[in-house]
Nanobody
Framework: QVQLVESGGGLVQPGGSLRLSCAAS????????MSWYRQAPGKERELVAG??????RTNYADSVKDRFTISRDKNIVNLHMNSLKPEDTAVYYC?????????WGQGTQVTVSS
């Protein structure tokens, strides 16, 4: 059974930091491209960051470059978020793509507010 379980969301003040984690199971994690998406109320889901299966390359949305860092190890993919802004408020989803399949986690809420 494939599972992507996100954790680490919560309420944080502007300028603060959070680390999101996604624990993967039920598929060959090392063969999949992993990414984080987010969806704010009334907006479409957007790609935040991605990392290749061999960790050689990463990509980021322009809005989070130099503030967010994606990493992966064993069966976990992390998203380190610094200098958070109110516009980063959204539900964040973990995503796995590979071998002709795509999987999604259930999402974790991040709220940036004073």
């Amino acid at each position: 059974q494939v599972q992507l379980v996100e954790s680490g969301g919560g309420l944080v003040q502007p300028g603060g930091s959070l680390r999101l984690s996604c624990a993967a199971s039920g598929f060959t994690f090392s063969s999949y491209f992993m990414s984080w998406y987010r969806q704010a109320p009334g907006k479409e889901r957007e790609l935040v960051a991605g990392i290749t299966s061999d960790r050689a390359r990463t990509n980021y949305a322009d809005s989070v470059k130099d503030r967010f860092t994606i990493s992966r190890d064993k069966n976990i993919v992390n998203l380190h978020m610094n200098s958070l802004k109110p516009e980063d408020t959204a539900v964040y989803y973990c995503n796995a793509v590979g071998r002709g399949t795509k999987y999604w986690g259930q999402g974790t809420q991040v709220t940036v507010s004073s």
